[in-house]
Structures are given as C-alpha cells and as structure tokens.
C-alpha cells in the first residue's frame, strides 16, 4: 500500500511543497508538488523532484566509513568515535582547542540542527576556529545585517507583488529561485509586475532572462560603482527624499563619498554607457515605488559588502525603504540571532593573516590554506560540505586538507572532501529528519514557518548531525548541551515562536505542519529599529571596503583593453557541488562545466566551439571545453562551479563526468578576502584563455 506524505524541499530558498509517495517497503515511488501546499501552490522545480533519487543511490553512505592508505573501509559508530575522540583530544593537549576546526555548509542552511550542533560541538572543547560557506556566497549581507540592524539574520526584502519597479543586481531567478528573497514561481512573480504596468531590470554580466524585464549587462565586479553613481546622479538631477536623508547621520559624508563616481565616470568602467546610468538612476528615483534585490553575482565580488550597504542607502534616500512597493520588513516566526562583536574598529581582529572581521563569528575560508599549513589548524570537522570544490585554493587546499591531523566529514556522500577524510559519517537526508524551516524566516515574500518529520527510518546507520557531535562530544568528555535525549528543535525556536501563538509541538500536531504567518505591516520598522537620524552614513566598519573600492577603481581604469573576467555560471541541472551524482541531472545538462565565451572574445582569441582551452591566472590553471555564448558581453567568461570530481570514487556518476573545478582560479590567502566581510572573490576573476 502506498502512504502518501507532505513535506518540503531542502535544496534551496524557495522550500518548495512536496508530496512524496512512500510503499510498504519504505522506498520512494514518488515525488511531485504539493498543490494544496498554502504557499507554493504546485510549484516545484526538476531538482527537487529528483530527490527520490538521492535517498535510494547506491553511492551514499550507509555506515561509518575509516580512511586507509588504500581507500575507505565500513567501521562501527564505536570505533569511529572512540578513534576521533582521543584524536581530537591529543590534538587540544598538545595544540590547543583552536586547533580544532569546524566548516558549515550549504545544505546545513536548509537542516535546522546541523549547522547549530558543529557550532555548539567545537565550542564545547572551546574552540574559536569556525567556517561557514557564508564566505563564499553572501557573508556580505551577514555583515551588513550586523552593522544596520545589530543581525546578520535581519534583511528588507524587496515588495515583489506591490512594487511598480524593481532592480536586481547579480542574480538569476529562474535558476537560482532567490536568495534572500524566498519565494516560489520567481519567474512568475516578477512578469506579474509587469502585468501590472510595473518595469523589471536585470544587472548582470549575462543576459539572463529571455522572457522578463530588462538585463542592462555591466562588466563583472563594478555594480558598486552602479549604485555608488546612481544615489549621486538622482541627489544632483532629482534631489533625495526629505524624509530619507533625514534618517541617515552625517548624510554629507556619503554624499561626499559617491560624488568619486558620477555616471560619466562609471560608465567606462561598467561598460555602460553614461545615458545607461542615468536612465536606471531616474528610472528609480522617478518610479511611483522601487524596489531593490541584490544577489550572489554581487556578493561574491571584491566589493559585496560596500555595494549592499550602498543598495539600502539608495533605498533610503529615495523613500523606499519599509515602505509598501519598496523593500519591506517581513514576518518571521524565529528570532533573528544578535550580534556580540559590534561594529567598531575594535570588532576587527589582528591576525597573523591580517586584519579582519569575523562575520557570523566565523573566520575567512580564504585563509584556511594558510591556517592549515602554519599549524593554527591540525583538525577539521565539515558538516554537509565540500569545501575542495566550494573555496578557492584547487590543488592547494587538497594539499592542506590531506596534512591535517584528523579530517571528519559528516555527509550524505563520500564527495571529493571526503576521500581525503579519516572518517565519512553517514548522515540522514530530508526524509529521515525533522526540520524547521529557520533560515528563510524574515527572507519570505509570503511568511510561514514549516515543520517537516521524519517520512521514513533512516537507512543502514545514517544518523542526524545533531546526534553524531553530540555523541563525540560525550566519548570525548566535552560537555554536551543537545544530547539526543534533548528536543534542539523546540529549545533553540519556541520562545520565538510563541509569540505567534506557536511552539515545535504545536506544529508537528498540524496536520501539514506549516503555519502561515500575518505580514508586518510597513512603516514602522525604521522608527523601531532605527530612530531618526541614526543610520550612519560613514560606518567606521566600512573604512576598509571604502578605500579598497576607490583602489579597485584605479585598477580597473588601468586595465589593458581586451582583459576577460571570469564569472560562475548557474544552471538549472545543478545546485553547488550537491546533485553531482544524480543520474538523470547529469544527462539533461549537467555532465561538464565548459568554460562559456562571447562570440567576439572567442573570434579575437581563435577559439571555436568546442576546442580544449586552458584557462589561468596568478593562483591557478584549468584546462576546459569552449562553448560559444552569445548571451555574454564582450570581456566575460563563465564556467559552473561544483565540478571537477576526478577523483571522487565515492561518487560514481560525478566521477564519469567529473568536469573542471573552477574554484582553482580564485584568490586565496592574506589579502584575497573583503576584511569587512570574510567574502572571498568568486567572480569577476581575471583570466587568461588560450587554445590548449
């Protein structure tokens, strides 16, 4: 008999409903989207709905799994914790606790417990030494969040279904669904604006959207500059919101500060024209309401943090920010975490690597090559990541990784990180856990909050994350505040979630588990968080991005003609390095990564479709296939990141099609990093290209 069950996807933002057939045998016979879901009302994408896929594949981990000279051998949970306990605690007897490291990723975002339990795990043995994925994709927004609200959980989120104009910088919705902006149908929603007499601008090096909006497409790396020239630009030709400007303390300075970059001198720095600039500036200042939305291709620049902080100045200025039609407060169900480092100078730390801020109390990824080899690091814990093929370093990371003392990888597959590990623990998927769906909360278009159960036991010995550091932590005589007997759900969310009449329990009594929540009303949450004239518009926290951005900015100007700029490149047949070893991804699109050139960059070099090309800079090489892409400008180059699983035997169906890892192109190491943010440089990469 089959039992029919609700729940939602874990893969993104959006959070998609599903309803997931389950037989008598407890296999999975079907997964599609859940009509009746309040919020996603039917829409799932191809990769959620493949999730059946990765509960039943082969290659996943089914027990604990010891790294030999030869490969990995199936082992007992007891001797997998024995062995890391009296590792970890010769490594803290002869290193110290910050020896011990501990690295989040993407998919802990989408796990309620899994992120919170490695914190908790390594601050228990009183370890500092944290890293998140947040370095590679939206740190920035983490520390903007810190330094305008007191978190890096709080962000204003542009009024998709209300606004009469909308701009969004670097990202791509039908792809990538929205981040920071969850919600379903994206695509829909924005040709709804349309509709409705509203205009849709697109910034990005590539023109990412066929059927809506405009994509005015800029040079990689130089949206700050964008903004920077549009709040100047509308300040000297239309003038700022009363109102607006009154709100930001010692306005004069940021006046003063985007007056270095008035259109006419952005624009050959952009690769736009000045007329460009100030239609998008006007457009903006002229609209009834706008709105704004800023995404990875931003973050993961030089300038990320700067350019967000920039975007809500031009929001505030031109009275649209909390206001509806503009970007609003939303509701959310879970309190946003505060901040403990402040914002002052005195919140950056001196480092044998630098100066830096530690965003979300987390270090740059970008120095964990350095941190490694200089003995700060001897032993990393990695929770639902692959760092190899998420940071930057390629070969050098893979280096570092294989000298540390003790690798710990806690995953549902043994990926390229984890044949490099002592111990690969097999971790539970979306339908063996319950969950929360935490991280979107505040970030919704329409707010809910979903609890999802377990569906089915866990296969084999697939245990949660949140069990697994608990239990080491107790072999190895740390204390353990989430023991499994412990309900982490309900103690970390009810107190917030009372407040909407709400609590863990009362969800999973539901019979959907999903709470819809009242939307705030806009326009009070300036006058609460911020009273007037208290937002700065000077931060000492962002004297370093400021003057980077104006040295940036030379180096730019002085650039040689003809320079290309390497960007990442969504798809809609992967999601980072996670969906490597779905079979039928791999065959709809996803089986390399070429490297995408323009047609006339690929004429001036003699590269045709097709051709081996080696792709290289100061930090790397990569060899690749060319692929001819008329929907980039001039001067870019784009690849896929999450590839290159050569030697991934864990994975057989990512190591057929292994691709190239493009990360091996980035920067890494002192100075390689945004100080402000941790954000390391992803895109807008110089590169040479050549035929191979």
């Known amino acids: 008999m089959t039992t029919r069950h609700r729940t939602y996807c874990r893969l993104c933002e959006a959070g998609c409903g599903i309803v997931v057939d389950i037989d008598d045998n407890e296999q999975v016979e079907r997964v599609r989207a859940d009509a009746e879901h309040p919020v996603t009302a039917g829409f799932a994408c191809n990769k959620g709905l493949l999730c059946g896929e990765i509960h039943h594949d082969p290659d996943r981990v089914d027990h604990p799994q010891r790294g030999i000279a030869s490969g990995h051998i199936t082992a007992s949970w007891d001797d997998a914790y024995d062995d890391i306990a009296e590792r970890v605690n010769a490594i803290i007897a002869e290193h110290g606790p910050d020896a011990i490291a501990g690295y989040i990723g993407n998919p802990a975002a989408f796990n309620a417990t899994a992120g919170p339990a490695l914190a908790l795990f ?21 520390a903007i969040g810190e330094l305008l609200w007191g978190s890096s959980q709080i962000h204003l989120i542009a009024d998709v279904d209300h606004t009469d104009h909308i701009v969004l910088f670097g990202t791509n919705p039908r792809v990538s669904k929205g981040s920071f902006l969850a919600m379903p149908d994206p695509i829909g929603r924005l040709a709804a604006i349309e509709s409705r007499g509203g205009s849709v601008r697109f910034v990005d090096p590539r023109r990412i959207e066929p059927n809506v909006g405009e994509v005015i497409q800029i040079r990689p790396d130089t949206d700050v500059y964008l903004i920077a020239a549009m709040i100047h630009e509308i300040g000297q030709r239309r003038g700022f919101d009363p109102e607006g ?11 003063d500060f985007v007056a270095q970059f008035p259109a006419g001198r952005v624009a050959p720095i952009a690769g736009i024209s000045e007329d460009e600039i100030l239609r998008l500036a006007l457009e903006f200042a002229d609209a009834p309401t706008a709105s704004a939305h800023m995404s990875t291709g931003v973050n993961m620049g030089r300038n990320g943090a700067l350019a967000y902080w920039l975007m809500h100045m031009l929001l505030v200025l031109t009275g649209n920010f909390d206001r509806r039609g503009g970007n609003i407060a939303s509701a959310r169900g879970t309190d946003p975490a505060p901040d403990s480092r402040g914002t002052g100078a005195d919140s950056f730390i001196e480092s044998p690597w630098g100066t830096y801020r530690p965003t979300v109390s987390s270090h740059p990824c970008a120095l964990l090559i350095d941190m490694i080899r200089d003995g700060a690091v001897k032993a990393l814990f990695v929770a639902a990541g692959n760092p190899i093929l998420s940071m930057g370093g390629g070969p050098e990371l893979a280096d570092a990784l294989a000298s540390l003392d003790l690798l710990v990888t806690v995953d549902m597959y043994r990926n390229a990180t984890g044949e490099l590990a002592d111990w690969v623990l097999p971790a539970t998927d979306w339908f063996e856990r319950e969950d929360l769906n935490t991280f979107v909360q505040g970030t919704q278009v329409t707010p809910y909050v979903q609890w999802a ?32 007997e412990v309900d982490m759900l309900a103690i970390i969310n009810d107190a917030a979630l009372n407040r909407h009449g709400l609590s863990v329990e009362s969800l999973r009594s539901l019979p959907d588990g999903i709470a819809v929540l009242t939307q705030i009303e806009p326009g009070r949450f300036l006058d609460t968080m911020r009273p007037q004239g208290s937002l700065d518009g000077a931060p000492e926290m962002l004297e370093p991005a400021r003057s980077r951005a104006i040295q940036f900015f030379a180096e730019l100007h002085d650039e040689p003609a003809h320079s290309l700029k390497l960007i990442t490149r969504r798809t809609s047949h992967t999601i980072n390095s996670a969906l490597q070893n779905v079979e039928r991804l791999k065959a709809r699109g996803a089986a390399n990564n070429p490297l995408y050139i323009a047609p006339i960059d690929a004429q001036r070099l003699g590269i045709v479709d097709g051709m081996p090309v080696h792709v290289s800079n100061r930090w790397g090489a990569v060899d690749s296939i060319a692929h001819i892409d008329d929907t980039l400008r001039d001067g870019v180059v784009a690849m896929t990141h999450g590839f290159g699983n050569a030697n991934t035997t864990g994975m057989r169906h990512a190591q057929q099609h292994p691709g190239t890892n493009v990360n091996a192109l980035a920067p890494v190491g002192p100075g390689s990093f945004d100080p402000v943010s941790t954000m390391s440089q992803l895109t807008g990469i110089p590169v040479t290209v050549t035929p191979a």
């Open 453 to 484: 159960g377990p569906i089915v036991a866990p296969i084999g010995e697939r245990r949660t994350e949140r069990q697994i550091f608990a239990d080491i932590a107790e072999r190895a005589g740390a204390p353990v505040m989430f023991g499994n």
């Open 245 to 255: 400007a009154a709100r930001i303390a010692d306005v004069d300075a940021l006046i």
């Open 122 to 142: 390594i601050a228990m043995f009183g370890s500092t030494s944290l890293f998140t994925t947040g370095s590679q994709d939206c740190s920035n927004k983490f």
